[in-house]
């Protein structure tokens, strides 16, 4: 059963970048997606971000739009989530999660469409 194990978070002033890094241990990922969701008190886990393992194929959420830019390396079974133009409001524990088989209408932004999850990793951004 592999595992998803995030790295990179931290605490940054508004307007600076970080990049948070999800490696796949166990076995290489061999799925369909990887994605980005981080976690709000109120409207719980939201999208954040995905990509099409094997295509290649991005989708962001609204609000990261043109600010976040999620990657994957196939052979190091790894996925990245470089932020630019950090906000107060992006401050969140981040997860990154993965779905094993195609998903019929494209890329799933629903958490529950996702079947393996990593522990999260927090980012804080002050103002």
């Known amino acids: 059963q592999a595992q998803l194990i995030e790295s990179g978070g931290g605490s940054v002033q508004a307007g600076n970048s970080l990049r948070l890094s999800c490696s796949a241990s166990g076995r290489p990922f061999s799925g369909a997606y990887m994605a980005w969701f981080r976690q709000d008190p109120m409207k719980g886990r939201v999208f954040v971000a995905a990509?099409?393992?094997?295509?290649?194929?991005?989708y962001y959420g609204d609000s990261v739009k043109a600010r976040f830019t999620i990657s994957r390396d196939n052979a190091k079974s790894a996925l990245y989530l470089d932020m630019t133009s950090l906000r107060p409001e992006d401050t969140a524990t981040y997860y990154c999660?993965?779905?094993?088989?195609?998903?019929?209408?494209?890329?799933?932004?629903?958490?529950?469409?996702?079947?393996?999850w990593g522990q999260g990793t927090q980012v804080t951004v002050s103002s």
């Open positions: 999660a993965a779905r094993s088989t195609e998903h019929e209408y494209g890329i799933p932004v629903a958490a529950v469409s996702y079947d393996l």
């Open positions: 990509i099409n393992w094997n295509y290649g194929s991005t």
